[in-house]
């Protein structure tokens, strides 16, 4: 998807029905976003390196030995 503001624009990422990245045209802007249980909880602006996640996921669906690294 893409939104115009008069010569600005976004280009927006979506999976899932959420936006996962947002990206500027007109420059080498990015923006990430990491989102748990449905709510946005981390966003990444122009970073160089990977945004990392590990979750163990538990037989009754729970989540359990999060962790996050660059």
Known sequence: MR???GS???EYI????QVIA???PSST??????????K?????????YDL????TITAA????GWSWYV
């Open 3 to 5: 939104k115009d503001v």
């Open 61 to 64: 669906g729970g989540g359990t």
């Open 40 to 48: 946005r909880m981390l966003r990444a602006d122009n970073f160089d």
């Open 14 to 17: 979506y999976f899932n029905g």
């Open 52 to 55: 990392k996640m590990d979750v």
């Open 8 to 10: 600005d624009s976004t």
């Open 22 to 24: 947002e990206h500027k």
């Open 29 to 38: 802007d990015w923006s990430d976003y990491v989102y748990a249980n449905g």
